[in-house]
């Protein structure tokens, strides 16, 4: 019998623990382990892998990750409920969890993991949202992890993915694409959580490119990007208005015409633009 089979099933240890899902904590959890073992293996293999997981909850990933082989988990968890279930997880597998308890905004938990290093995380989708641009715009590339396996809303998913011209092309698609490849790697109905949200949602797999696929200065993409998407609809000469002094030489030298819009930008215009941005 596998260590995970020891455990007792979610639901009793919600109960046991009292865990009632709070909204203010963004609490949907997943209770069935062939589901979170199914996310597990979407993080590929992690025989050899220390795991960043945030947000363990009352576990339920966690195990999945654990049984799955990582070879070390440390887990996030700002709800301080949940540390006792997550105690039992700990003690199912000795030496191979660590949780840490606090504001996964605010903690930096690289002195805890040894790379190779991949994060797996069911977030409230502001927060994954939040994670998700820092750990896509470090001033250096590669980053401390190898792939990110996330859930968020459908729709969050669908913008990190969209190709140009799709209405959910924008700042997450560019900044997603221009480092990593990215992909939906499971479709889940609101019911596969407990409680269910109002809405569908979806696992997204992020793989690190050894290098950015083309070059740019993290901090000017991401301003250049947030201002050209602020304002969609807009030509970009009009969008950009105060970006950068020369705006439509700008534009011409990067190869991008005045009067085009955000939406119909790829990756590799914006970087072009980033870096004539970065020469002023
Ligand atoms: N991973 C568990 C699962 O799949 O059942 C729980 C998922 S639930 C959607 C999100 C979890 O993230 C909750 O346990 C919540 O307390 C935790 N959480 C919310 N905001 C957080 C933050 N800023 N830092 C760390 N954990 C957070």
């Given amino acids: 019998m596998s260590a995970i089979d020891t455990l007792p099933p979610l639901r009793e240890v919600i109960a046991t623990h009292g865990l009632s899902a709070r909204k203010s904590l963004g609490q949907n959890f997943l209770l069935d382990l062939n589901l979170t073992a199914k996310i597990a293996r979407a993080a590929g293999d992690l025989q050899s892998c220390d795991v960043l997981e945030v947000?363990?909850?009352p576990g339920g990933l966690t195990r999945g990750l654990l049984a799955e082989g990582a070879r070390h988990v440390l887990a996030i968890e700002k709800d301080r409920r949940c540390q006792p279930a997550l105690a039992e997880i700990a003690a199912a597998y000795p030496g191979r969890l660590t949780v840490l308890e606090g504001d996964a905004l605010e903690i930096h938990p690289l002195a805890h993991l040894t790379p190779p290093i991949k994060v797996a995380a069911n977030l409230p989708y502001n927060v994954g949202t939040e994670l998700l641009v820092r750990w896509l715009t470090p001033p250096a590339w590669p980053p401390f992890w190898q792939s990110l396996t996330l859930m968020f809303q459908r729709e969050v998913a669908a913008r990190i993915v969209a190709q140009p011209g799709n209405k959910a092309y924008g700042r997450l698609a560019v900044?997603?694409?221009?480092r990593s490849d990215a992909r939906i790697a499971l479709q889940l109905p609101p019911e596969a959580f407990t409680p269910p949200p109002k809405v569908s949602s979806s696992v997204v797999h992020l793989e690190a490119l050894p290098a950015p696929r083309y070059p740019a200065d993290a901090d000017v993409?991401?301003?250049?990007?947030a201002a050209a998407f602020n304002?969609?609809?807009?030509?970009?000469?009009?969008?950009?208005?105060?970006?950068?002094p020369d705006l439509e030489d700008r534009l011409r030298a990067a190869g991008i015409s005045p009067t085009e819009r955000a939406e119909q930008i790829p990756v590799e215009g914006f970087c072009a633009l980033a870096r004539e941005v970065a020469k002023t």
């Fill in 55 to 57: 947000g363990p909850g």
């Fill in 175 to 178: 900044l997603a694409q221009w």
């Fill in 221 to 225: 993409l991401s301003r250049v990007v």
């Fill in 231 to 244: 304002q969609r609809r807009k030509m970009l000469r009009a969008a950009l208005k105060g970006v950068t």
